[in-house]
């Protein structure tokens, strides 16, 4: 989820950013929910989308990760996740999500914020009950987690991330 495009009449009939979650990773739920209305979406991962970062200012010009750029984003997937997903996937997601999620609030000095966003994101699920969706649907859209599941952690998107972190690599070049 980098880029969206939403159909007008698919924004009236279900609107584009659920309530609560507030910038990142609103694109998932939301695509979830117009897959779930019968809407069709197109995923396009060899689309490459670079963010553009000015902030390169630790030592030795590693990039620096901002806590609420780690924060958000965590919570936001915590609450789509234990909303939407069941079972094994459910928690292979969840998994990998808390061990990414510590990891970049780590980077970003407040690794315990992952108790305060566990603990809103427990908030956020009392006003949004649990979904049932198609699995073919949730199967769909579990490709735009790549690189914060358990089963992807690994993979060469997280690789090439790591080293422009440590700033061994261009940002051109991470995806």
């Not at 902030?55 to 901002?66: E, L, P, Q």
């Not at 603990?119 to 969706?133: D, G, I, W």
């Not at 952690?153 to 700033?167: D, K, M, P, Q, V």
């Amino acid at each position: 989820a980098g880029a969206v495009l939403i159909r007008r009449e698919a924004a009236e009939q279900t609107p584009p950013s659920p309530q609560g979650y507030f910038m990142y990773e609103t694109e998932i739920p939301a695509i979830i929910e117009y897959l779930d209305q019968g809407w069709e979406a197109d995923y396009l991962p060899s689309a490459p989308i670079y963010h553009i970062w000015n902030d390169r200012g630790d030592i030795k010009g590693r990039a620096t990760v901002k806590a609420r750029a780690a924060y958000l984003p965590f919570r936001n997937d915590l609450v789509t996740i234990r909303r939407y997903f069941r079972g094994w996937r459910r928690v292979e997601m969840l998994m990998g999500r808390y061990f990414t999620g510590f990891i970049h609030l780590s980077a970003a000095g407040e690794p315990w914020a992952v108790l305060t966003a566990h603990r809103e994101a427990n908030a956020m699920l009392l006003s949004r009950p649990k979904r049932h969706v198609d699995p073919h649907i949730l199967s769909r859209v579990y490709p735009c987690f790549e690189g914060l599941t358990l089963m992807t952690f690994f993979s060469e998107t997280n690789r090439r991330r790591l080293a422009w972190f440590l700033g061994r690599l261009p940002i051109d070049q991470i995806c």
